[in-house]
């Protein structure tokens, strides 16, 4: 499985931006999907996830009620729309994937794929 991040960019603080990850190979054998964060000077961080379908979602305390995933089956892409965004959310912005799982995890080490970050960042 592969993964392609993108999406980000500049945005002023309280603007949106929509970021993407689209899957390619294997997608058939994703069983759920995550979205981690780093900032500069920081570790990575966990800030959302869900299951392939979309269908069931978990997000960090950080970011919920601003932020939302959402799936396009046909594209087999998962989308991180981002909303009311502060400076604090100034990161470079992974997806990643896993093959299995019982429950949705904010693990890093419970994925499997990683995508190549986008930056994103947000000015005051």
């Known amino acids: 499985v592969q993964l392609q991040a993108s999406g980000g960019g500049l945005v002023q603080a309280g603007g949106s931006l929509r970021l993407s990850c689209v899957a390619s190979?294997?997608?058939?054998?994703?069983?759920?999907v995550g979205w981690f964060r780093q900032a500069p000077g920081k570790e990575r961080e966990f800030v959302a996830a869900?299951?392939?379908?979309?269908?069931?979602?978990t997000y960090a305390d950080a970011v919920k009620g601003r932020f939302r995933i959402s799936r396009d089956n046909d594209k087999n892409t998962i989308y991180l729309h981002m909303n009311s965004l502060k400076p604090k959310d100034t990161a470079l912005y992974y997806c990643?994937?896993?093959?299995?799982?019982?429950?949705?995890?904010?693990?890093?080490?419970?994925?499997?794929?990683w995508g190549q970050g986008t930056l994103v960042t947000v000015s005051s």
């Open positions: 190979g294997r997608t058939d054998s994703i069983h759920d």
């Open positions: 990643a994937a896993r093959r299995s799982g019982v429950a949705l995890t904010s693990r890093e080490s419970r994925y499997d794929y």
């Open positions: 869900a299951t392939w379908s979309a269908g069931i979602t």
